[in-house]
């Protein structure tokens, strides 16, 4: 299941009775379709309804805490304003995460990294979307192994946070999102630095897709796919050799390929 090449002898791998799937629906943020994202309200529904991997973004707060938050502002998904860069925890944690999106959420408040690590099963994919730089890769490497999660945890960054990824230990596995001009040059780059995942974006031009599909098996690299809220595309897709399909629409899509089981 993963390249030797990465994995082997990696003194951070996890017991091998935590399982994971080869394929599936990754929740978006978590069940954000129904619940607020980027929460644990959204987060624990969607290991309710079965997702094989769960997205979710990771920023530093002013007192370097890692919190919830895709947006570089709270302003969207909270009743507070600001840089989450320039907020403290403590005031974060004092903003309102829920009604935004429903009265039945008020006061569902910003998750931190830990506090989502702690409610995961063991047996699904935890896709980490870091926004930040060098120190947030590092930090959140740290959490990660910290938290016992090495075996299940992808970490999605661009190059400056990939180093202190690996600053932390180089077995970490991380996804690709260093978007380069073309997509042979990002899958190129994807398999000379050993990455374990990318993910491959629905906007581009999937001409070749089938072809980039199969040199990246053909590597061990395991693919995202950003994103799908198509029933009908997810037999196409996974047959194609995408192994994760992103979604907004997380009970369709899982109910969808259910049926291709």
């Given at each position: 299941m993963y390249s030797t090449a990465i994995f082997s002898q990696d003194p951070l791998e996890s017991n091998k009775q935590d399982s994971l799937p080869e394929q599936g629906i990754c929740a978006h943020r978590g069940a954000n379709e129904t619940h607020p994202e980027n929460t644990l309200a959204a987060f624990e529904e969607a290991i309710r309804l079965g997702a094989q991997m769960i997205e979710f973004d990771v920023q530093l707060t002013k007192d370097n805490q890692?919190?919830?938050?895709?947006d570089d502002k709270v302003n969207r998904t909270t009743n507070g304003r600001g840089y989450v860069s320039n907020l403290t925890l403590n005031k974060i944690k004092k903003f309102d995460a829920g009604k935004w999106k429903s009265r039945k959420?008020?006061?569902?408040?910003?998750?931190?990294?830990?506090?989502?690590?702690?409610?995961?099963?063991?047996?699904?994919?935890?896709?980490?979307?870091?926004?930040?730089?060098?120190r947030l890769g590092a930090a959140t490497a740290k959490a990660v192994i910290a938290a016992n999660r090495t075996h299940q945890s992808v970490i999605a960054c661009e190059n400056d946070a990939a180093k202190g990824v690996k600053s932390v230990n180089t077995n970490l596995m991380i996804c690709n999102m260093e978007r380069l001009k073309t997509r042979a040059d990002y899958i190129d780059g994807t398999i000379e630095n050993g990455f374990a995942f990318l993910q491959i974006k629905s906007s581009r031009d999937d001409i070749n897709i089938l072809t980039d599909l199969k040199k990246l098996n053909e590597n061990g690299i395991k693919v995202n796919y950003f994103h799908s809220e198509e029933t009908t595309e997810i037999k196409e897709l996974l047959e194609a050799g995408v192994d994760?399909?992103?979604?907004?629409?997380?009970v369709d899509m899982l109910n969808a390929f259910s049926k291709t089981k």
């Open positions: 890692l919190v919830i938050m895709h959420f008020k006061g569902e408040r910003v998750p931190t990294l830990m506090e989502v690590l702690d409610i995961m099963p063991r047996n699904i994919w935890l896709n980490i979307h870091l926004k930040g730089d060098e994760f399909i992103l979604t907004d629409h997380l």
